[in-house]
């Protein structure tokens, strides 16, 4: 069983980002698929996850903010994080229990900037 993680990246707050994380060696289509993050200094939290027939469930901080879906054609399990804040920072973990043991993604970190991009002001003389 492999899970393989990919997206993420560096954000302002109230952007989006999606992350993915295909599976292979396993049977998807029967899987409970989770999501879980863990900030710098804490401990790894659940953040949600997917049953196999596509019913979802959060924690209550990301409710309508993050989305958890899943494609059986490509084994793959998607997060989409959108108005992200600062407090989202993570490293985030997809996992599945799966034959009686837990499987992990390799993680993908998510950074959430409260800083604007910036706006060029030229005086002109």
């Known amino acids: 069983v492999q899970l393989q993680a990919s997206g993420g990246g560096l954000a302002q707050a109230g952007g989006s980002l999606r992350l993915s994380c295909k599976t292979s060696g396993m049977n998807f289509r029967i899987a409970k698929m989770t999501w879980y993050r863990q900030a710098p200094g804490k401990e790894r939290d659940f953040v949600g996850d997917i049953t196999s027939g596509g019913v979802t469930n959060y924690i209550d901080s990301v409710k309508g903010r993050f989305t958890i879906s899943r494609d059986y054609s490509r084994n793959t399990v998607w997060l989409q994080v959108t108005d992200l804040k600062p407090e989202d920072t993570a490293v985030y973990y997809c996992?599945?229990?799966?034959?009686?043991?837990?499987?992990w993604g390799q993680g993908s970190q998510v950074t959430v900037s409260s800083w604007g991009q910036g706006t060029l002001v030229t005086v002109s003389s």
């Open positions: 996992n599945t229990n799966y034959r009686g043991r837990d499987w």
